[in-house]
Protein backbone atom coordinates (compact mmCIF):
# COMPACT_ATOMS: atom_id res chain seq x y z
CA UNK A 1 0.00 0.00 0.00
CA UNK A 2 0.85 3.66 -0.50
CA UNK A 3 2.48 5.84 2.06
CA UNK A 4 -0.77 8.28 0.11
CA UNK A 5 -3.05 5.12 2.22
CA UNK A 6 -1.57 4.75 5.12
CA UNK A 7 -1.00 6.17 8.22
CA UNK A 8 2.68 7.62 9.25
CA UNK A 9 2.57 5.05 12.78
CA UNK A 10 1.64 1.72 12.03
CA UNK A 11 0.51 1.25 8.85
CA UNK A 12 -2.89 1.43 9.22
CA UNK A 13 -4.67 2.74 6.54
CA UNK A 14 -5.69 6.75 7.47
CA UNK A 15 -9.42 5.59 6.72
CA UNK A 16 -9.77 2.84 9.33
CA UNK A 17 -10.63 3.86 12.91
CA UNK A 18 -7.86 4.32 15.18
CA UNK A 19 -8.52 1.27 18.20
CA UNK A 20 -9.64 3.86 20.26
CA UNK A 21 -12.48 5.55 18.68
CA UNK A 22 -16.13 5.61 19.86
CA UNK A 23 -19.53 4.99 18.28
CA UNK A 24 -21.30 8.12 16.76
CA UNK A 25 -23.78 9.63 18.84
CA UNK A 26 -26.95 11.26 17.01
CA UNK A 27 -28.00 14.58 18.47
CA UNK A 28 -30.73 14.32 20.44
CA UNK A 29 -32.56 17.31 18.65
CA UNK A 30 -31.48 15.53 14.88
CA UNK A 31 -34.77 14.97 12.42
CA UNK A 32 -36.95 11.88 12.80
CA UNK A 33 -36.25 9.23 10.40
CA UNK A 34 -37.19 10.11 6.85
CA UNK A 35 -36.77 13.98 7.59
CA UNK A 36 -35.67 16.23 4.47
CA UNK A 37 -32.83 17.83 5.68
CA UNK A 38 -33.01 20.39 3.11
CA UNK A 39 -30.82 22.72 1.68
CA UNK A 40 -27.86 23.80 4.27
CA UNK A 41 -27.15 26.66 1.51
CA UNK A 42 -28.88 28.47 -1.52
CA UNK A 43 -25.67 28.52 -3.11
CA UNK A 44 -24.13 25.07 -2.53
CA UNK A 45 -23.33 23.28 -5.53
CA UNK A 46 -24.36 20.13 -3.58
CA UNK A 47 -27.79 20.91 -2.39
CA UNK A 48 -28.74 24.70 -3.16
CA UNK A 49 -31.71 25.58 -5.09
CA UNK A 50 -29.70 28.21 -6.73
CA UNK A 51 -27.04 26.46 -8.37
CA UNK A 52 -28.94 26.08 -11.90
CA UNK A 53 -26.06 23.74 -12.40
CA UNK A 54 -25.80 21.92 -9.14
CA UNK A 55 -26.90 18.16 -8.36
CA UNK A 56 -29.68 19.47 -5.79
CA UNK A 57 -29.10 16.96 -3.94
CA UNK A 58 -32.16 15.79 -2.12
CA UNK A 59 -30.91 14.21 1.75
CA UNK A 60 -33.50 12.61 4.39
CA UNK A 61 -32.45 11.75 7.76
CA UNK A 62 -31.79 7.74 8.19
CA UNK A 63 -31.86 5.96 11.40
CA UNK A 64 -28.61 6.17 13.72
CA UNK A 65 -26.07 8.80 12.40
CA UNK A 66 -27.28 7.66 8.35
CA UNK A 67 -28.90 9.67 5.70
CA UNK A 68 -30.09 8.64 2.30
CA UNK A 69 -30.04 11.02 -0.43
CA UNK A 70 -31.42 10.57 -4.26
CA UNK A 71 -29.34 12.73 -7.10
CA UNK A 72 -30.42 12.63 -10.85
CA UNK A 73 -27.92 12.97 -13.34
CA UNK A 74 -28.82 15.94 -15.71
CA UNK A 75 -26.59 16.66 -19.57
CA UNK A 76 -24.78 19.25 -17.28
CA UNK A 77 -23.37 16.74 -15.00
CA UNK A 78 -21.84 14.50 -18.12
CA UNK A 79 -17.93 13.72 -18.83
CA UNK A 80 -18.50 11.38 -21.62
CA UNK A 81 -21.21 11.27 -23.72
CA UNK A 82 -23.97 10.22 -21.84
CA UNK A 83 -22.49 9.53 -18.72
CA UNK A 84 -21.89 11.11 -15.60
CA UNK A 85 -18.16 13.18 -14.95
CA UNK A 86 -16.93 11.35 -11.99
CA UNK A 87 -16.12 14.09 -10.02
CA UNK A 88 -19.65 15.36 -10.25
CA UNK A 89 -20.44 11.55 -8.69
CA UNK A 90 -17.66 12.57 -5.96
CA UNK A 91 -19.23 15.60 -5.20
CA UNK A 92 -22.69 13.40 -4.67
CA UNK A 93 -21.30 11.25 -2.34
CA UNK A 94 -19.27 13.84 -0.42
CA UNK A 95 -22.23 16.04 0.08
CA UNK A 96 -24.43 13.11 1.41
CA UNK A 97 -21.31 12.58 3.54
CA UNK A 98 -20.94 16.00 5.10
CA UNK A 99 -25.04 15.86 5.82
CA UNK A 100 -23.82 13.39 8.58
CA UNK A 101 -22.75 16.37 10.24
CA UNK A 102 -26.24 17.59 10.59
CA UNK A 103 -27.39 14.30 12.46
CA UNK A 104 -24.38 15.09 15.32
CA UNK A 105 -24.84 18.86 14.74
CA UNK A 106 -21.35 19.15 14.84
CA UNK A 107 -19.43 21.75 12.17
CA UNK A 108 -17.14 19.40 10.05
CA UNK A 109 -15.54 19.82 6.80
CA UNK A 110 -14.18 17.02 4.25
CA UNK A 111 -10.43 15.97 4.96
CA UNK A 112 -9.86 12.81 3.15
CA UNK A 113 -12.89 11.21 0.34
CA UNK A 114 -11.78 7.91 -1.12
CA UNK A 115 -13.92 6.88 -4.06
CA UNK A 116 -14.66 3.77 -5.95
CA UNK A 117 -16.29 4.10 -9.31
CA UNK A 118 -17.65 0.31 -10.12
CA UNK A 119 -20.15 1.38 -12.65
CA UNK A 120 -21.03 3.79 -15.67
CA UNK A 121 -23.65 6.19 -14.48
CA UNK A 122 -26.19 7.23 -17.59
CA UNK A 123 -27.84 10.73 -17.60
CA UNK A 124 -31.26 10.65 -16.80
CA UNK A 125 -30.35 8.20 -14.28
CA UNK A 126 -31.04 8.37 -10.28
CA UNK A 127 -28.46 7.54 -8.12
CA UNK A 128 -30.07 6.26 -4.64
CA UNK A 129 -27.19 6.82 -2.09
CA UNK A 130 -26.87 5.79 1.33
CA UNK A 131 -23.81 7.26 3.98
CA UNK A 132 -23.26 6.34 7.64
CA UNK A 133 -20.70 7.46 9.79
CA UNK A 134 -18.52 4.93 11.29
CA UNK A 135 -16.79 6.21 14.29
CA UNK A 136 -15.53 9.34 16.14
CA UNK A 137 -12.21 9.96 17.06
CA UNK A 138 -11.20 13.39 19.04
CA UNK A 139 -12.02 16.03 15.81
CA UNK A 140 -12.04 13.10 13.46
CA UNK A 141 -15.16 11.61 12.06
CA UNK A 142 -14.88 8.27 9.96
CA UNK A 143 -17.91 7.64 7.36
CA UNK A 144 -18.66 5.70 4.53
CA UNK A 145 -21.12 5.73 1.29
CA UNK A 146 -22.81 3.91 -1.70
CA UNK A 147 -24.46 5.10 -4.53
CA UNK A 148 -26.84 2.44 -6.30
CA UNK A 149 -28.43 2.96 -9.52
CA UNK A 150 -31.67 1.61 -11.08
CA UNK A 151 -33.59 1.97 -7.19
CA UNK A 152 -32.79 1.80 -4.08
CA UNK A 153 -31.94 -1.91 -4.03
CA UNK A 154 -30.19 -1.64 -7.73
CA UNK A 155 -26.27 -2.49 -8.34
CA UNK A 156 -23.64 -0.36 -6.17
CA UNK A 157 -22.35 2.30 -8.84
CA UNK A 158 -19.99 4.11 -6.25
CA UNK A 159 -19.08 3.80 -3.60
CA UNK A 160 -16.62 6.33 -0.78
CA UNK A 161 -14.83 5.72 2.69
CA UNK A 162 -14.66 9.28 4.16
CA UNK A 163 -12.59 11.47 7.10
CA UNK A 164 -14.30 14.67 8.09
CA UNK A 165 -12.73 17.00 10.71
CA UNK A 166 -14.38 19.05 12.67
CA UNK A 167 -13.91 22.89 12.61
CA UNK A 168 -15.15 25.81 14.36
CA UNK A 169 -17.27 28.95 12.42
CA UNK A 170 -13.97 30.65 11.85
CA UNK A 171 -12.87 27.72 9.35
CA UNK A 172 -15.45 29.69 7.39
CA UNK A 173 -15.88 33.35 8.23
CA UNK A 174 -11.61 33.42 8.24
CA UNK A 175 -10.97 31.88 4.69
CA UNK A 176 -14.33 32.29 2.62
CA UNK A 177 -14.93 35.28 0.36
CA UNK A 178 -15.93 38.40 2.23
CA UNK A 179 -18.72 39.16 0.17
CA UNK A 180 -20.16 35.52 0.07
CA UNK A 181 -19.49 35.14 4.28
CA UNK A 182 -21.61 38.74 4.16
CA UNK A 183 -24.32 37.73 2.43
CA UNK A 184 -25.05 34.60 4.12
CA UNK A 185 -24.54 36.30 7.67
CA UNK A 186 -27.24 38.59 6.82
CA UNK A 187 -30.10 36.89 6.01
CA UNK A 188 -32.96 37.11 7.40
CA UNK A 189 -33.60 34.08 8.12
CA UNK A 190 -31.57 33.20 11.30
CA UNK A 191 -32.35 29.38 10.51
CA UNK A 192 -30.24 29.90 6.96
CA UNK A 193 -27.58 31.62 9.04
CA UNK A 194 -26.83 28.51 10.85
CA UNK A 195 -27.32 25.94 8.60
CA UNK A 196 -24.89 28.11 6.52
CA UNK A 197 -22.32 27.91 9.28
CA UNK A 198 -23.33 24.31 10.53
CA UNK A 199 -21.92 22.25 7.94
CA UNK A 200 -18.57 22.93 5.63
CA UNK A 201 -20.18 24.46 1.99
C1 LIG B 1 -27.05 19.33 5.71
C2 LIG B 1 -25.60 19.70 5.52
C3 LIG B 1 -24.97 19.19 4.29
C4 LIG B 1 -23.53 19.61 4.20
C5 LIG B 1 -22.85 18.92 3.12
C6 LIG B 1 -21.47 19.47 2.88
C7 LIG B 1 -20.70 18.52 2.06
C8 LIG B 1 -19.44 19.11 1.56
C9 LIG B 1 -18.31 18.94 2.53
C10 LIG B 1 -17.09 19.51 1.92
O1 LIG B 1 -16.82 19.29 0.78
S1 LIG B 1 -16.10 20.53 2.94
C11 LIG B 1 -15.01 21.28 1.72
C12 LIG B 1 -13.81 20.44 1.39
N1 LIG B 1 -12.88 20.37 2.49
C13 LIG B 1 -12.06 21.39 2.80
O2 LIG B 1 -12.04 22.42 2.18
C14 LIG B 1 -11.13 21.17 3.96
C15 LIG B 1 -9.76 21.79 3.70
N2 LIG B 1 -8.82 21.30 4.72
C16 LIG B 1 -8.66 21.93 5.90
O3 LIG B 1 -9.23 22.97 6.15
C17 LIG B 1 -7.76 21.27 6.92
O4 LIG B 1 -6.80 20.47 6.28
C18 LIG B 1 -8.56 20.41 7.93
C19 LIG B 1 -9.58 21.29 8.68
C20 LIG B 1 -9.28 19.23 7.26
C21 LIG B 1 -7.59 19.82 8.95
O5 LIG B 1 -6.74 20.85 9.43
P1 LIG B 1 -6.53 21.14 10.99
O6 LIG B 1 -5.29 21.96 11.10
O7 LIG B 1 -7.77 21.67 11.58
O8 LIG B 1 -6.32 19.71 11.66
P2 LIG B 1 -5.06 18.73 11.59
O9 LIG B 1 -4.29 18.88 10.34
O10 LIG B 1 -4.35 18.86 12.90
O11 LIG B 1 -5.79 17.30 11.54
C22 LIG B 1 -6.64 16.88 12.60
C23 LIG B 1 -6.62 15.37 12.56
O12 LIG B 1 -7.19 14.95 11.31
C24 LIG B 1 -6.25 14.18 10.56
N3 LIG B 1 -6.34 14.56 9.16
C25 LIG B 1 -6.49 15.80 8.64
N4 LIG B 1 -6.52 15.77 7.29
C26 LIG B 1 -6.39 14.45 6.97
C27 LIG B 1 -6.35 13.76 5.74
N5 LIG B 1 -6.47 14.41 4.56
N6 LIG B 1 -6.19 12.43 5.75
C28 LIG B 1 -6.08 11.76 6.92
N7 LIG B 1 -6.13 12.36 8.14
C29 LIG B 1 -6.27 13.69 8.15
C30 LIG B 1 -4.88 14.59 11.12
O13 LIG B 1 -3.93 13.57 10.90
C31 LIG B 1 -5.21 14.78 12.58
O14 LIG B 1 -5.30 13.51 13.20
P3 LIG B 1 -4.85 13.33 14.75
O15 LIG B 1 -5.80 14.12 15.55
O16 LIG B 1 -4.95 11.85 14.99
O17 LIG B 1 -3.42 13.84 14.81
Known sequence: MSSATTS???GRPVLAPP???TEPVRHPDAPAPGTPLGPHY???FGCGDDQPYGLHLAVRAGEG???TAEFTVRPAHQGAPGLAHGGVLASALDETLGSLNWLRRVIAVTGRLESDFLRPVPVGATLHLSARCTAVAGRKMYASAEGRIGGPQGPVAVRAQALF???GV???TSNGRPEEIRAAMSDPDQV???RAFEVGP
Open 8 to 10: ASG
Open 19 to 21: PDA
Open 42 to 44: DQC
Open 65 to 67: VGV
Open 165 to 167: VEV
Open 170 to 172: SHF
Open 192 to 194: KVV
